[in-house]
């Protein structure tokens, strides 16, 4: 079964560097989503992706994150500034109908310090 | 707005008991998807079920079953006959038929299965 794959599995940063997270989602979806989860906390939406635009996005992404889909297979998102706050488990997920359910990835643990 | 409550922080039972996940959602659209995933200490977010809003249908899958009861917006999940590879964090899920199909998360319940 297709998979959507994160990588890497864990990165570590100095706080105020700029790190990537990267996804390749599976290949014939269209919607394509950014999720976070702070340890022991809830899973929350940062932004979804369609149509080689940004979508929807929440409070969360604010100007130090953004989106991008370079070459058709990727899909980044990218930290410019990290922040110790920005510590979490980072979950990529495509969707390809509406009424499916989306499929995630198995997260990059992104730790700042 | 969607929101999803998950009223049960931490849950701990003896293998092979029975134990019911409470899942209780709010949402204005008439069409949505509830889901429940499986979250084990290894991190990653593992998809158990999808349900519609107009199939009100009880789902059972091996030891797994789902009650949605949408009269008291509830879809609640029952594991029968728990194993210790059963322990796990929990969430249930709402994403609504508007917008970008955005996943609203409720805020776990973290099952403890011991021996």
Redesign the interface.
């Known amino acids: 079964e297709p998979e959507v794959t994160q990588t890497p599995s864990h990165q570590v940063t100095q706080m105020g560097q700029e790190v990537i997270l990267r996804c390749v989602p599976i290949s014939n979806h269209l919607?394509f989503?950014w999720?976070r989860q702070i340890l022991g906390?809830?899973?929350?939406?940062l932004v979804?992706f369609?149509n080689n635009e940004i979508?929807?996005k929440s409070e969360i992404f604010d100007d130090q994150f953004s989106v991008e889909r370079p070459d058709g297979s990727n899909f980044t998102l990218k930290i410019r500034s990290t922040k110790l706050e920005d510590s979490a488990?980072y979950?990529c997920?495509s969707?390809g109908q509406?009424?499916?359910?989306?499929?995630?990835?198995?997260?990059t643990?992104l730790s700042i310090l | 707005a969607q929101k999803v409550t998950q009223a049960q922080t931490e849950i701990s039972v003896v293998e092979k008991e029975d134990v019911t996940l409470d899942c209780v959602y709010e949402t204005r659209d008439t069409t949505y998807?509830l889901?429940w995933?499986k979250q084990p200490p290894s991190?990653?977010?593992v998809?158990l079920i999808?349900r519609?809003s107009f199939d009100e249908q009880n789902e059972i899958s091996g030891r797994y079953s789902w009650n949605f009861q949408k009269s008291t917006s509830s879809f609640n999940f029952t594991i029968t006959a728990s194993q210790v590879v059963d322990s796990a964090v929990y969430?249930c899920?709402l994403?609504g038929?508007s917008?970008?199909?955005?996943?609203?998360?409720?805020?776990?319940t973290m099952l403890l299965v011991s021996p």
């Open positions: 919607y989503y999720y906390q809830k899973v929350e939406f979804s369609y979508s929807e488990m979950f997920a969707l509406k009424d499916q359910p989306q499929h995630f990835g198995d997260g643990r | 998807y889901f995933y991190g990653e977010l998809f999808r519609n969430f899920a994403r038929n917008g970008y199909s955005t996943l609203t998360f409720g805020k776990g």
